[in-house]
């Protein structure tokens, strides 16, 4: 089992920056690939970002790319989403997730309890 707790979420202007972080616990962090998504209000969950167990590799999705950077510290079972240049459609909870593969594969079997994240116009 792995355990996944978010922090840094909160309220921005559009146009300002937060970092997210997600600890994690049990089982071993380098094991995983990460990733994190997030969910709107009435919309379904959707893909923001992914990392491979070393950090050499990052996905993202298109909506997000060149404003979200997803990064790892293995030592301390942590994984981040910096966001920079906010816009309010960004609004949203964010989750962080455990994929039981090293390299991204769909396959999320751990999550976390979420964290908001809310931008204003």
């Known amino acids: 089992q792995v355990q996944l707790v978010e922090s840094g979420g909160g309220l921005v202007q559009a146009g300002g920056s937060l970092r997210l972080s997600c600890a994690a616990s049990g089982r071993t962090f380098s094991n995983y690939a990460m990733g994190w998504f997030r969910q709107a209000p009435g919309k379904e969950r959707e893909f923001v970002a992914s990392?491979?167990?070393?950090?050499?590799?990052?996905y993202y999705a298109g909506s997000v790319k060149g404003r979200f950077t997803i990064s790892r510290d293995n030592a301390k079972n942590t994984v981040y989403l910096q966001m920079n240049s906010l816009k309010p459609e960004d609004t949203a909870v964010y989750y962080c997730a455990a994929d039981r593969n090293r390299v991204p594969s769909g396959q999320w079997d751990y999550w976390g309890q979420g964290t908001q994240v809310t931008v204003s116009s």
């Open positions: 990392i491979t167990w070393s950090g050499t590799a990052t």
